[in-house]
């Protein structure tokens, strides 16, 4: 049985869900936060790093989730290869034009953007961040890398060099979105983590974005969030419960639209990667669910 179970990326497909479904089963030592994104940091050590997990089950596995990682992969990949001899990891993916869009509107529901800015101008910002690396101004250039990390098979490249590919193991978000229970299992398979305690979890989507109404409120609600986030980690029905009544309060429907020239824009940017990633998932030697 490896030691460590890492969900790796990407951002905004499912990896939060994943994680939650995962910790809820009791059945691993999961980290006090979900995102240590402790690889992303030069002088990386076993026992600093154990020291961000609740160590409570003797014997399980460690898990945690850093999407970041995929994102970072020219770093983490090496990082999580020299540290950690007995580690497996997890990839989500999802359609990249959906998940830059969902990205997007995640961001600027948590203020990471300007109110005033839209999908059309955010998509030429972050196409010129990565084919000339210039930096838009007031927006740091990690909300800027939303487009680029969306090449999934690029980014892979430096995993792909560091683990074979028995321990790795790609979910699709249509997959976990629609069967998550039986990808919990998968995943608690492949991990080898008893596949206990999947009766006790709550399926329900987690960290899903939404505009506010009041945004001073919502910073307000976002400062809570943070500032609980242990708590909710261990009672995620509370928090469930207690984000449904807040959204009746604040919720707002409103979303950026974009335009289909753009639209085409983006998904003609990914097809190539696309075509390669889905040429290396069809390998017999790598799993996907």
């Avoid at 109110?115 to 196409?127: A, F, K, N, Q, V």
């Avoid at 939303?146 to 560091?162: D, M, N, P, T």
């Amino acid at each position: 049985m490896k030691r460590f179970l890492i969900i790796a990326g990407s951002e905004k497909c499912g990896t939060t869900s994943l994680y939650a479904y995962l910790r809820e089963t009791n059945q691993f030592n999961p980290s006090i936060k979900k995102e240590t994104d402790y690889f992303r940091n030069t002088g990386c050590g076993l026992v600093e790093y154990k020291k961000l997990f609740v160590n409570n089950r003797e014997g399980a596995v460690y898990l945690e989730s850093s999407p970041g990682y995929l994102t970072c992969s020219n770093v983490s990949a090496e990082n999580i290869k020299s540290t950690l001899d007995d580690v497996r990891i997890v990839f989500v993916f999802r359609d990249p034009t959906e998940r830059f869009i969902s990205s997007f509107n995640f961001h600027k529901s948590k203020y990471n953007l300007p109110e005033s800015l839209d999908l059309d101008t955010y998509y030429e910002m972050c196409l010129n961040y990565y084919e000339n690396n210039v930096v838009a101004e007031g927006i740091d250039p990690w909300f800027l890398d939303v487009l680029g990390a969306g090449k999934y098979y690029e980014r892979l490249q430096y995993f792909i060099k560091c683990f074979d590919a028995k321990d790795m193991l790609f979910v699709s978000f249509n997959s976990l979105s629609k069967e998550p229970k039986q990808v919990l299992e998968s995943v608690m398979k492949f991990s080898g983590s008893e596949i206990e305690g999947v009766g006790e979890v709550d399926f329900s989507p987690k960290n899903v974005g939404f505009s506010a109404k009041s945004k001073a409120l919502h910073k307000i609600a976002m400062h809570f969030n943070r500032r609980f986030e242990a708590i909710w980690l261990k009672y995620p029905r509370i928090k469930s419960a207690l984000l449904q009544m807040y959204k009746i309060v604040n919720k707002s429907n409103n979303e950026d639209a974009i335009s289909k020239g753009t639209l085409s824009k983006i998904e003609k940017f990914y097809s190539e990667d696309q075509s390669n990633l889905n040429i290396y998932l069809k390998d017999p030697k790598v799993s996907s669910i």
